[in-house]
């Protein structure tokens, strides 16, 4: 009998330093979401980031049909893959807790995305997302959760 995991709380932290170069790297983040119905789409996203040990963020310049979702239906999933890294798949699941257009909570954000993704909004018109990550897999298997 193979023994139990451990299943640990979020801290998103031991992923920062790959996440957050994710786009440097060549290997942006993918996210999925879906809308009031569960019509999914999906994105890549250059400019996620590790806000905290239980949230990530990304600056929205497209304001396209994944934003529309996210006011529909808040739950998403994000994968991160850089087997340069040793990340063969790793997925974050939550659930949006803040889309920001103004305020304190963009411009935090805004300070911490990469600067590809800044020079490609000349025109500062981003929005700030923020995801409480729930659930943490890796490969096939939970490695975190939210108690």
Known sequence: MQPSRTIE????TQYAEAIDVALEDGTPCVLATSDETGKPDVGLKGSILVLDSDHLAYWERTHG?????????????????????????????????????????????????????????????????VIRVDRVMEGARTVMQQR
Do not use: W
């Open 65 to 129: 049909v994944l934003v529309e979702n996210l006011r529909q239906n808040p739950h998403v999933a994000v994968l991160y893959r850089n087997r340069d890294r040793g990340a063969s798949m790793r997925r974050f699941f939550g659930v949006v807790t803040g889309i920001h257009a103004e305020g304190e909570a963009r411009e935090q954000v805004r300070a911490r995305v990469v600067e590809r993704e800044l020079k490609a909004d000349p025109e500062n018109r981003g929005i700030a997302v």
């Open 9 to 12: 709380p979020i801290d998103l």
